[in-house]
Every structure is written in structure tokens, then in C-alpha cells.
């Protein structure tokens, strides 16, 4: 097999850096599940903090702190509505039917980009007994599967301020808000205070091994506690968890910048040798979905031809393919997917 060159498949591979693991050895530990581990405590009040919330729950994964935030607004057999690209209709396996009850909903969107008309128009409040009624709007921010689009402030207040007046909740899957932060310049809190329940990943470009957080009122925190342990994911002396989050926040957020000027280089080279397999004006963050149809090849093809060159890449298509920076994918590593995309891009 090929030597792996760069791996773009995605940035939850990134391996714990060597200060990374220090801080996780050297971290101060209890049990969790009686609440005395101090540097879980540190972690999930240092990112309620962060996003403008009274508390948080540190989880296993960005999938339970989701699926937690969900319950927590939608009764059984009522609904959600989400972009119909979101990760919690697409890629946490009917968890909402399965675990709450909850039936979803979905608008279409151009690269996951939020327009209040999306889900205003599916938004269904006060009718009785006849049809399903809404209890909460998701948005996700960056957007995965759309090619890590940042949501505008103004669309998502827009929302914010139409649901409240209906008494719809909302929640925020913000696997990767750290980069939309960081392309956008809008505070965290700015995101974070027009949602009840917002999620974070740390187990993406931030580079930690695992871990999640989910905040939103003191109140809210205290039910998902009870929920993550009836869930199993009630953990002990989770603190070395912790520290590797604590670490990646004090060390790897600004560095994301970096990942999403070397997304938006490949993205102008692959224009620049193909134009219509992107529009570079649209990759604002780590996060690039060619397609590659428009090169006259199939998902399939382009991965497997950019594997022989020693680079991973993900089929999220039949013709379409994701490339994603993280922190373990450098300059030369960039230069190398640049080499061999436009090879494989211009060759029929
Ligand atoms: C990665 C991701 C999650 C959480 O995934 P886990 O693998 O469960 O940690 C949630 N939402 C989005 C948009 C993601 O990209």
C-alpha cells in the first residue's frame, strides 16, 4: 500500500500531540459520575463560559451531546426540523426515532447555508390534535456535509427571534463552531446565546482524542446528566479526557485559521486547473467538497486515483468528494494534494 502523504479523509484523526499527552498525564482526576472530577468541572464551565451558558456536560462524543441537547426540547412523537444535510437526520442513525421518539423534518439548502425561509416554512405550531407539532429548529454551524459552510449571524437571529415568538426551541450542533469563530470573527457567545443547547466537538481540528460538550441552563445540564448515565456514558476518571480538550483550546484554536487558508489554496488550484469542480469563494473554512463530475470522473475514480498518490479523501457522493484540514496536514502535505488533484483532475 501506499505511503499516506497527506490524510484529508477527515479531522477527527488527528493523534494527541506529545504536549497534549503531558497534559493528560498530568491531570488532576475523580469520579465524574459523583462530580468530583475537577478538570472535567474545569472543562465544562471554561466552555459554558465560552459560549455564554450557565453550565455544561462533558460527553463521550459530539453524537450523544446531540442526541442529549434533542430530548431535552422534543416530547415523543413530536418533531424536529433540521437541514436535510444535517448530521442529526444523516449521521447518527435514526438516534432522535430510536432513543426520543422524535420525528424529523428537513429543508433543502444551497451548501447547507441557513435561510430563514428554510425552516420557517416547515415550522408547524397550534394545531391541536390534528398534525405534528414543532418543538425545536437544529442548525449546524459549520456545516459538514455541505462543505463547512459558516451560518450568518443575521439568518440565525432571524430564526431565533421568529421561533421564540412561537415557542420553538432551538439547538446548535456546533461540531465545528471553533471554525466558524475563527473565519467569521463573531464571538463564540454571539453563536452560542441564540440557542438553548449548543454541542461542541473537541475530537475534530482541535486535535483532542475524544470529547464533547454540550451547555445550555443549569437546569437543562442537570436532566442531560441524568440522561448521559442512562445512556451509559456516565464516565469515572475522565479528567485525562478533559485536559487533552482544556489543552486543544488554550493551543489549537487559532491555529485553525491555518487549516482553512491551505482548504482555500487547494480549493483555488483545483479551480485554477479545472474550473466547476469548486468555487473557491466558497470554501470558508477546513472543509473543501469538490465535484468532481465536473471533471468528467466519478467519486469513486478520484479517490482511489488520489490514494495511489498517497492521499486519503472521503466519496460524500457519487460525484462528490471531501477534503478536510486538521492539524496533522502541513504545508507540504497541502502542496502534495494540490500535485496530485490537479494531475488526476486534467487527466481523461
Ligand atoms: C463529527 C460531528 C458530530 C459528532 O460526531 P461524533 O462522531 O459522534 O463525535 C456532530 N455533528 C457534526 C456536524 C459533526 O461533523
Known amino acids: 500500500m501506499t505511503d499516506v502523504v497527506a490524510d484529508l479523509l477527515s479531522d477527527t484523526l488527528t493523534r494527541p500531540t ?8 498530568n491531570a488532576d482526576v475523580g ?5 468530583e472530577d475537577p478538570t472535567v468541572r474545569a472543562l465544562e464551565e471554561h466552555v459554558a463560559g465560552l459560549l455564554g451558558h450557565e453550565a455544561g456536560l462533558f460527553t463521550p462524543t459530539g453524537s450523544m451531546a446531540n442526541q442529549l441537547g434533542l430530548r431535552l426540547h422534543v416530547a415523543p412523537g413530536r418533531e424536529l426540523v433540521a437541514d436535510q444535510q444535517a448530521h442529526v437526520v444523516r449521521a447518527e442513525l435514526g438516534a432522535a426515532a430510536v432513543f426520543s421518539g422524535i420525528t424529523s423534518r428537513t429543508w433543502a439548502s444551497e451548501r447547507g447555508l441557513l435561510d430563514p425561509a428554510g425552516p420557517m416554512s416547515l415550522v408547524t405550531t397550534g394545531v391541536g390534535p390534528y398534525q405534528v407539532e414543532t418543538s425545536l429548529v437544529v442548525v449546524e454551524n459549520t456545516h459538514n456535509f455541505g462543505g463547512g459552510t459558516v451560518q450568518p449571524i443575521e439568518a440565525i437571529r432571524e430564526v431565533r427571534a421568529a421561533t421564540t415568538a412561537l415557542g420553538v426551541a432551538m439547538h446548535l450542533d456546533g461540531a465545528r463552531l471553533w471554525n466558524a469563530h475563527v473565519a467569521s470573527g463573531v464571538p463564540l457567545a454571539d453563536y452560542g446565546r441564540e440557542f438553548d443547547t449548543v ?5 475534530k481540528g482541535l486535535g483532542a482524542p475524544v470529547g464533547s460538550v454540550l451547555v445550555g441552563s443549569a437546569d437543562a445540564m442537570a436532566e442531560a446528566r441524568i440522561w448521559r448515565k442512562r445512556y451509559g456514558g456516565g464516565m469515572r476518571q475522565v479528567g485525562i479526557l478533559a485536559a487533552a480538550g482544556l489543552h486543544a483550546l488554550e493551543h489549537h484554536l487559532e491555529r485553525l485559521a491555518d487549516d482553512h487558508a491551505r482548504a482555500r489554496r487547494f480549493a483555488e488550484a483545483c479551480a485554477a486547473a479545472v474550473p466547476g469542480v469548486i468555487d473557491p469563494a466558497t470554501v470558508e473554512t477546513n472543509i473543501v467538497v469538490l465535484d468532481v463530475g465536473a471533471a468528467g470522473t466519478t467519486s469513486a475514480a478520484f479517490v482511489e486515483a488520489l490514494l495511489a498518490h498517497g492521499i486519503r479523501t472521503y466519496a460524500v457522493g457519487p460525484k462528490a468528494v471531501r477534503l478536510v484540514w486538521h492539524l496533522d496536514v502541513d504545508d507540504a502535505g497541502t502542496e502534495a494534494a494540490i500535485r496530485a488533484a490537479r494531475e488526476v483532475l486534467t487527466t481523461d
Open 18 to 25: 506529545l504536549a497534549m499527552r503531558e497534559a493528560m498525564a
Open 31 to 35: 469520579d465524574d459520575v459523583f462530580g
Open 199 to 203: 454541542s461542541v466537538c473537541l475530537s
